[in-house]
């Protein structure tokens, strides 16, 4: 959709929303069937719920589908629909599709704010999910609590920060994966029980990097010690980029693991070159760097992979999908493999070959199974006024990867797991013994 | 185009005074612009600073750094601040803009320093930086460093603009003289020639019938005390001539 259409079609949906409290209930109803090419099925019981028809509820999406980190937007998309096609093709939630509406915002925060704002007022979206990164979500938080008497929530977000996890904009939020917090914390612990105290930073140069400094600087401060270096690069860097003088800065700190807060082409640009300038310290990654991205390209033309990956480790929020024993991966390996679900064509402006299976797709598996067990327990005529209460409802609830999720007024997170995986054989598998991998 | 003599040393004047004039203007207009956008550039930059540093409280004592480091991400695509940070009590750096990392010469300064400051950073560029306390200091400090690169190109606009528009009036000057200064010679050349044709005729016996005695401004003014000089010296000359024969 052309922005100068969806800027006339915002107007048109923001004057819609200011005049609501003047227009009569036919007026907004005919206005909702307008927007809404299913509009004809809109079931005739006086008030129209936004987002939802007799046969669909619309789930509004804003995420990477362009640029360097596109990887994590399209990976999030796959594994979500994986589990929505195969509840539509069984009949869907109560009757309904579930349709997921989403736009591109590039990883940007001001296109989100658009995305969000044309998903929120003129899509009428029955509610947000699958929001990718730290600098977008934070930017739409305040639009949630603008509009906060529509009832529009952000469901699962892939981003461990914590402007949605806390006041004033936590209670317009409810997170699956466990916070950035919780994966610092677990890194600097592991890498303190080593002995290797000298921490250093390497981040991105906005809100997402900022949220993992916080967290490792707690978490360092916590044993008594401070961040020993930092260097940050630009949101967007490719991996043809120069991290030279990153590393160099954190050589002069001389660290004794490094703790990287970015996603996947920067942290590896920077893997690539820290190994090259003899930098030979434990590199960890956050979940957010989108583990497979980042070794496809360490790889890429390497015959010699093996000495820029062995010292690489990164934190996970979901288990492994190779772990065959947990029932949810069995069921996230057999549905990809049904379905090969690929990102909208419309949306995809380069070239992406998606991976059998991932950390972020299965992320989005999961975020797509508890969002329709959400959508289950509203009922035959749900209502946005209940998603709350719907999702408070949700106690010691299993989505099949020995985990329970509860969630309350106080507790708006499903999962605390944090799970470390290194590199063997080309692919990503569970860290049990740091002592064995990085004495 | 004849420009005559007589005129070279006004001409010359007017571009000397057009040359003043230009460079004057051009000194004058560096100095108020400079003066001005620094200023202005300063107090926007002051003003900036003290809206972060009020809105930081909030966010430090209650919320997490990635809030800052929003707030900050979107004062710093404002034109013309190349970086902000901000630092706590104890001058640790809480949130900060600087890509590939925090300049040796601004983590070795005193973040307590609140009066404007003039930074070269090697391989980064020139800087004015401005702070501001948090909460009068207890909570930390705000600086904000303005692209001095950024000012100069603007003068320089300015001052280019400035120096258009007065080459532009020099050159139509310089073509206007040149015409008015043969407009004034006209005349001159018409009653030299008429002159010069009287001097021939008179030497001929030719009678005179020019247009030039009809003219009613100063050449026609000279043309006819020419004639009336001529025919004077030719009286005298014929009563000398009449005296000597009687003698």
């Known amino acids: 959709m052309c922005a100068m259409s969806r800027r006339t079609l915002l107007r048109s ?85 579930v349709v997921l509406k989403t736009y591109d915002d590039g990883y940007q925060p001001d296109p989100c704010v658009e995305n969000t704002m044309t998903l929120m007022l003129q899509d009428r979206v029955f509610t947000l999910f699958g929001y990718v990164g730290t600098p977008t979500v934070a930017r739409i938080l305040p639009i949630l609590k603008k509009f906060q008497d529509q009832k529009t929530y952000l469901f699962f977000p892939f981003t461990g920060a914590q402007p949605q996890r806390e006041p004033p904009y936590g209670e317009f939020a409810f997170n699956l994966r466990a916070s950035y917090l919780q994966e610092t914390a677990g890194l600097v612990d592991n890498f303190m029980a080593l002995n290797r105290r000298r921490i250093a930073v390497f981040y991105q140069a906005d809100a997402y990097g900022r949220s993992g400094w916080a967290g490792v600087r707690k978490a360092a401060k916590a044993h008594g010690e401070m961040i020993a270096g930092e260097a940050t690069y630009k949101r967007g860097t490719k991996f043809s980029g120069s991290m030279r003088m990153q590393v160099e800065i954190l050589q002069k700190a001389k660290p004794e693991a490094v703790i990287c807060i970015g996603s996947y082409a920067a942290c590896a640009a920077f893997l690539r070159d820290a190994v090259d300038l003899g930098l030979r310290v434990p590199i960890a990654n956050l979940s957010f760097v989108g583990s497979e991205n980042l070794l496809k390209m360490v790889k890429q033309g390497r015959s010699d992979s093996r000495r820029y990956t062995d010292l690489l480790v990164n934190s996970q929020v979901v288990p492994s999908y190779h772990d065959t024993s947990i029932a949810a991966v069995r069921e996230y390996r057999e549905l990809i493999r049904q379905h090969n679900p690929q990102a909208p064509r419309e949306l995809l402006k380069e070239e992406y070959t998606p991976f059998p299976y991932s950390f972020v797709s299965l992320e989005g598996f999961l975020n797509a199974k508890l969002m329709v067990e959400l959508l289950q327990r509203l009922g035959d005529h749900p209502q946005r006024s209940d998603l ?52 | 185009m004849n420009i005559q003599k007589l005129f070279q040393k006004t001409l010359f004047g007017i571009f000397m005074l057009f040359g003043l004039i230009g460079v004057s203007t051009s000194i004058l207009c560096i100095y108020t612009v400079d003066t001005h956008l620094s200023k ?85 560029g020139d800087f004015v930086e401005v702070g501001s306390p948090i909460l009068a200091g207890v909570a930390g400090t705000v600086h904000i460093g303005m692209d001095t690169g950024f000012i100069a190109l603007k003068i320089q606009r300015a001052v280019g603009q400035q120096a258009y528009l007065i080459s532009t009036i020099f050159i139509v000057g310089v073509f206007a003289a040149i015409w008015f200064v043969n407009l004034a010679a006209k005349p001159i050349e018409t009653l030299l020639a ?39 010296n030719e009286v005298e000359n014929s009563s000398n001539a009449t005296a000597e024969g009687n003698v």
């Open chain 1, 13 to 97: 949906g923001l004057g819609g929303y200011l005049l609501a409290p003047w227009l009569s209930s036919s007026v907004i109803a005919a206005q909702a069937g307008r927007n809404n090419p299913a509009g004809e099925n809109i079931p005739d019981t006086g008030a129209v719920a936004a987002g939802l028809t007799s046969g669909e509820i619309v789930l509004g999406m804003s995420a990477a589908f362009s640029g360097p980190s596109r990887g994590l937007g399209i990976e999030l998309y796959r594994g979500a629909t994986a589990y929505f096609t195969e509840i539509n093709q069984r009949g869907g939630v109560r009757g309904r599709d």
């Open chain 2, 40 to 124: 202005e550039y300063e107090n926007n930059s002051k003003g900036i600073a003290k809206t972060i540093a009020d809105s930081s409280v909030d966010i430090i004592l209650n919320r997490d750094l990635s809030v800052l480091q929003s707030l900050i991400d979107q004062f710093v695509e404002i034109q013309g601040i190349s970086y902000i940070y901000i630092t706590d009590e104890s001058g640790e750096f809480l949130a900060h803009t600087f890509v590939p990392g925090i300049p040796d010469q601004i983590l070795s300064s005193n973040p307590f320093h609140m009066d404007t400051v003039e930074r070269h950073l090697p391989g980064v």
């Open chain 2, 194 to 232: 008429y002159a010069v044709k009287l001097a021939r005729d008179r030497e001929q016996g030719i009678s005179q019938g020019d247009k030039i005695l009809a003219r009613k401004d100063e050449a026609g003014q000279l043309a006819r005390l020419f004639l009336y000089f001529a025919e004077l």
């Open chain 1, 388 to 439: 709350e209460s719907a999702a408070f409802s949700i106690k010691n609830f299993d989505l099949g990867i020995g985990e329970k999720i509860s969630f309350a007024a106080s507790r708006r997170q499903g999962l605390q797991r944090v799970y470390y995986t290194i590199v063997e054989d080309d692919r990503f598998i569970t860290l049990d013994n740091w002592e064995q991998r990085f004495s």
